[in-house]
């Protein structure tokens, strides 16, 4: 029974399981198709009754003398006039009254009380027996041209009611305003338009969905953890819980082909769940006439646009799951689970909130930033805006590998003797070191979650040291020469340590034998004429960058001005070294540990591929990673992927810093241009040798005892 | 041939309080095929950590187990295949029917669906579960969750058996059923492992008895052989004479 097999049968039971239950049919169908519609009507209705309320209430305000308060009573009686006078004129224009019938005359709803001094006035404001006082400058209505009159409004702005009667008030003194004016002008004989210089039409284009837009991503996350929390407990600590645990660990099933099939079921449950509330949602908008509400131009929302959601959702519901399965893998009862949920919840929308503010953009560290990088994703294509291909890859392929690392630490908490029984002394023993046993390789976990942990950093460091204008490239590339074994060497050695790997078997430091190091030079040499070759064919279908190129010259321009030996250090060796040990020797002997050969060689150039961030050049960086990983894998030692990976390095840099090397052996680099076929048949002939070499694995130390014993 | 050899097993728990303690140690014996072998002795004396052990579920801290000639240390997923596990309080999904229970197991251990579906029928009609396998597991009784289970354990058809305390808590009809089914399993040839505390089922059941106290094995062999060594007919009385005697000898060393 094949791996795929036996993830189909866990998948079909485990979502038959979990369907059945009476708790997430709740949770997934009833809360949506019940709970939203409920409470967008409710709090629709309130919203409505309490406008309307406000506009039916009685107010109070109060004035400081009798003299002022008829003043304030001529002016309510002419504003109700001018009020009506507006309806009529625009009943005339259209019959659309909808909003016009809102309120009732302002002077309807107030009481006017006189009192005799301001400071009472202000006492009774802030103990709200009057809602708003009105001073007036002079006592009696001002009609010269020349004259104004001052007006003090007083009001607690805390109070709902007071606010209300302020903006009715304000309105008031909008319409006697321009009535006013227009009586002026013509006393003063001056033309209608002379206090109109611009007539201003604000003309908002924005796409209904660009509110949603703004919030819809951040409630996407909240809809699909609602969806994976239940699940993901249920099939991890549930199994513990209701004691099925072990039988189901005593099965001949590896457990990374259990927790496949448990992180599909709760990806597919969150995602069912989350198609759910949306649909409901939509439907409550729509039946519910509230679309007004949510899109601004009153359009509705596209059917494009939910489709899109949904298709955003996927990858959501991938990451989410995945990491909800880590942390419950790790718990022992439903409460255990359900307190390391929380922590977990909080920290995907710290990152998922800062996406979600308006000025975040899909670009820098954002790119590789866990949830908040598919948060600005599915904002942008929601928004309608255009994203590069490189970065949709880039959002994806970070995401596919934080998830891959979620479902490996998953694999290896679960059913973990400590996990499984309670009574196995406690769950220190898991960070313990005394207890730790020596292991021969670093897990699948181990070293999938510091290679996920490692790809945003070293984004970061990346994008930190990319050359400004007025910054000298030379200095950083030395920092970042520097930083790059510590990083990518240093620190995981000091991690197999701590865990008591073997360093020198996990990074397979062996001598190897003559035939793959001669395999290795071939490569080295030659590897680059293949290379060569699938970068134009690359570019021909995905054009280069234009910034690339640019920065690519500026480079070369930088580099020519150094001594050679420096530069190959720098760019050829230090990161050779590096990046082998990392990705060939950490990552590729970690995923060896229970992958097969070549998912652990694919697994780990992908990976590599990914690390290089332009992804443009992602299939040629992929392509060379699996040949390193193959020779590697054939010779059981990471010298001739070193060599290999150096000699090329240097090739390429040769070719940057001093291209008449090349040209006198008639060779031209030109942009474009092919090489010359004597050239391709060399190299590639010089390829598939180096490969043909290193088609014979080297003995395992196992092995090899037998034969000299 | 020995289908079962446990080697000098030894397991040690981390206390609260930073010692160590020896939960097994020094466990050796062997069972041969088509035995059931007895492991006796009162609640934690190390019975259940010994078969989780055999089973591969813990990782020994010394020693090793062989289980029809294969290490589970290095060879775990061999092991499981030639091996039916059932723990004294395994749960069963409560959302599946007994059928689809024993389908999925027998799906888990490789076999084709066509395959599980007649293994799993003929597992109900032979343990006479018909009454209830289209039941959900949850809305079964004790002793019918148990007899589900042992037809869980029995799904692959493995050689070796190992069950601990399998009448935990049943009444006496569910008791004889249970015990006629380990009976029945032992003359077709298998090899099994069973650990209780109710000493007159092990006198009626086992080939070999094994007593363990705190950890160590303190006498092994037939009944008959336990008889003589100890001079006393009841298993309940030899039992308590040799953990009696095992105690002074510890007083004495220390």
């Known amino acids: 029974m094949s791996s795929l097999d036996r993830i189909r049968t866990i998948y079909i039971k485990e979502l038959i399981d979990i369907l059945r239950d009476r708790r997430t049919l709740i949770a997934m169908i009833v809360v949506p198709i019940v709970l939203y519609p409920l409470l967008m009507v409710g709090s629709l209705q309130a919203v409505t009754i309490q406008a309307k309320s406000l506009d039916e209430e009685k107010y109070v305000i109060g004035v400081v003398g009798h003299e002022q308060k008829n003043l304030l009573e001529y002016m309510l009686q002419w504003d109700a006039k001018l009020v009506s006078q507006e309806h009529q004129a625009n009943e005339n224009e259209a019959a659309d009254s909808e909003e016009t019938k809102a309120a009732a005359p302002l002077g309807e709803l107030v009481k006017i009380i006189a009192i005799k001094t301001k400071d009472a006035l202000r006492v009774n404001i802030r103990e709200r027996a009057i809602h708003l006082g009105i001073v007036f400058e002079s006592n009696v209505f001002l009609k010269a041209i020349d004259q104004q009159n001052g007006v003090t409004i007083l009001s607690d ?553 | 041939m020995d289908m079962v050899f446990a080697d000098n097993l030894v397991k040690s728990f981390s206390t609260p309080d930073g010692k160590e303690k020896r939960a097994v140690d020094r466990l050796t014996f062997r069972v041969g095929e088509g035995q059931i072998y007895g492991l006796l002795g009162p609640n934690g004396a190390g019975k259940t950590t010994t078969l989780r052990m055999l089973s591969g579920l813990m990782a020994p801290t010394g020693g090793r187990a062989i289980l029809a000639g294969y290490d589970v240390a290095e060879q775990p997923q061999e092991v499981k295949r030639v091996l039916g596990f059932l723990t004294a309080n395994t749960g069963l999904y409560q959302r599946l029917t007994a059928r689809e229970l024993l389908i999925y197991f027998a799906q888990l251990h490789g076999k084709t669906k066509q395959d599980a579906h007649d293994k799993a029928d003929h597992l109900i009609e032979w343990l006479g579960l018909k009454d209830f396998a289209l039941l959900r597991c949850g809305a079964l009784s004790t002793g019918q969750k148990q007899r589900v289970n042992i037809a869980r354990a029995l799904i692959a058809d493995p050689p070796i058996l190992i069950m601990d305390e399998p009448t935990l808590g049943l009444d006496v009809l569910s008791n004889r059923i249970i015990l006629e089914y380990i009976k029945r399993e032992r003359d077709r040839g298998k090899t099994i492992i069973l650990s209780t505390h109710y000493l007159d089922e092990a006198e009626d059941m086992c080939d070999n008895i094994g007593l363990i106290y705190d950890g160590k094995l303190v006498a092994e062999g037939t009944l008959d052989v336990l008889r003589k060594q100890s001079g006393e007919e009841r298993l309940s009385n030899i039992f308590l004479k040799i953990i009696h005697a095992s105690e002074k000898v510890e007083a004495a060393i220390k």
């Open chain 1, 157 to 709: 702005e805390a109070d709902v009611r007071g606010q209300y009667v302020t903006s009715r008030l304000s309105d008031m003194f909008d319409r006697i305003s321009n009535r006013l004016v227009e009586q002026r002008k013509k006393r003063a004989a001056l033309p209608a338009l002379f206090d109109q210089p611009f007539a201003i039409d604000f003309v908002n284009l924005s796409a209904p969905q660009s509110i949603l837009g703004q919030i819809l991503p951040l409630i996407l996350i909240l809809m699909t953890i609602t969806g994976a929390i239940y699940p993901a407990i249920d099939l991890t600590a549930g199994e513990r819980e209701r004691g099925t645990l072990e039988s189901l660990m005593v099965c001949p099933v590896p457990v990374i082909d259990l927790i496949v099939g448990k992180f599909l079921v709760v990806t597919t449950v969150a995602i069912m769940g989350a198609t759910l509330n949306l649909a409901s949602v939509t439907a409550t908008v729509y039946f519910g006439g509230f679309d007004m509400l949510i899109a601004t131009s009153g359009q509705g929302l596209p059917l494009g646009t939910m489709l899109l959601i949904l298709v955003c959702l996927i990858p959501f519901a991938v990451l989410m799951s995945a990491m909800m399965l880590a942390v419950c893998s790790f718990a022992r009862t439903f409460k255990e689970a359900q307190n390391y949920v929380t922590p977990v919840i909080l920290a995907a929308l710290l990152p998922g909130g800062m996406a979600a503010l308006p000025a975040a953009k899909l670009e820098g560290v954002m790119l590789v930033m866990p949830v908040g990088n598919m948060v600005l994703l599915t904002r942008e294509l929601l928004l309608g805006a255009p994203v590069q291909l490189g970065h949709l890859l880039t959002v994806l392929l970070s995401t596919t590998l934080y998830a891959g690392a979620a479902v490996a630490i998953a694999a290896t908490l679960f059913g973990k003797e400590s996990v499984v029984f309670a009574d196995s002394g406690s769950m220190k023993t898991l960070f313990s070191r005394k207890l730790f046993k020596p292991m021969r390789l670093p897990s699948v976990a181990m070293s999938l979650l510091y290679v996920s942990l490692l790809f945003p950093a070293w984004f970061f460091v990346q994008s930190a040291l990319s050359p400004g204008p007025n910054e000298s490239a030379v200095s950083l590339l030395q920092t970042s020469a520097w930083l790059m074994p510590l990083m990518f060497v240093l620190l995981p050695m000091l991690m197999m340590t701590f865990w008591k790997v073997s360093v020198k078997q996990a990074l397979s430091f062996k001598v190897p034998s003559v035939r793959h190091l001669f395999s290795a030079i071939l490569l080295g040499l030659c590897m680059w004429v293949p290379a060569h070759e699938l970068n134009l064919i690359q570019y021909q279908l995905l054009g280069m960058p234009q910034a690339f190129a640019e920065q690519a010259e500026s480079m070369a321009a930088t580099l020519q001005a150094l001594p050679l030996g420096g530069v190959i250090l720098i760019i050829a060796i230090i990161p050779a070294v590096s990046e082998e040990l990392l990705f060939r020797g950490f990552l590729m002997g970690g995923l060896s540990s229970s992958a097969r050969k070549w998912t652990a060689i694919i697994a780990s150039a992908a990976i590599f591929g990914v690390f290089h961030f332009l992804l443009f050049k992602f299939i040629v960086t992929a392509t060379l990673g699996i040949l390193l990983g193959y020779l590697c894998w054939q010779s059981r030692s990471i010298w001739p992927a070193i060599i290999a990976h150096a000699l090329h390095n240097s090739v390429a840099v040769i070719s940057i810093v001093s291209p008449t090397t090349f040209e006198r052996m008639g060779i031209k680099l030109e942009d474009g241009a092919h090489l010359p076929w004597t050239v391709l048949l060399i190299g590639c002939g010089a390829v598939v040798t180096g490969l043909i070499l290193a088609n014979r694995r080297s003995p395992s130390p196992q092995q090899s005892a037998i034969v000299t014993a």
